[in-house]
């Protein structure tokens, strides 16, 4: 919730000051005052970004979390993330993606309608080939029969 509002205070000297203000969220849900304009929203593009990009994005960061120390095994991300152990395994999989193939996946174009051209069921069999350059072609194919080339 963010409005503007003329805010005037009259000094001990008869002065009136008188500045633009706006209300902001805060920590824990929390309004905080602002000096100045409301700041115009960042215009958001059209679509959705794919499932797998987020999933993508996900298994990079549960990676950094267990490689932190945060968390201990694919086991405690399941507790955490209220899923089952099989499927952080199948998120976490992605991680097995040569890098290059990841940053594209990360950098999918939006979906403006229908389904998500590209699953993660789909790269399922990509991320089992350990061969990087088998990898590669694998996803050349699959971009290919998606129409993403």
């Known amino acids: 919730m963010s409005s503007d509002f003329a805010l005037r205070e009259q000094n001990s000297h008869g ?76 998120i976490m999989n992605l991680i097995h993606l040569a890098p290059d193939i990841q940053e594209e996946i990360l950098f999918l174009p939006r979906t403006l309608k229908g389904h998500d051209p590209i699953t993660e069921r789909k790269l399922r069999s990509i991320t089992a080939e350990p061969d990087w350059e088998k990898q590669r072609r694998m996803w050349r194919s699959l971009k290919e029969t998606e129409h993403l080339t």
């Open 15 to 90: 002065f009136t000051v008188e500045c633009k203000v706006h209300f902001r969220k805060g920590r824990c849900g929390r309004k905080r005052l602002r000096r100045g304009e409301r700041p115009r929203p960042r215009p958001v593009p059209p679509g959705t970004i794919p499932r797998v990009s987020r999933l993508m994005a996900l298994a990079i960061r549960f990676q950094r979390l267990i490689d932190e120390g945060a968390v201990q095994d694919y086991a405690d991300l399941a507790r955490l993330g209220q899923v089952t152990r099989a499927r952080v395994t199948q």
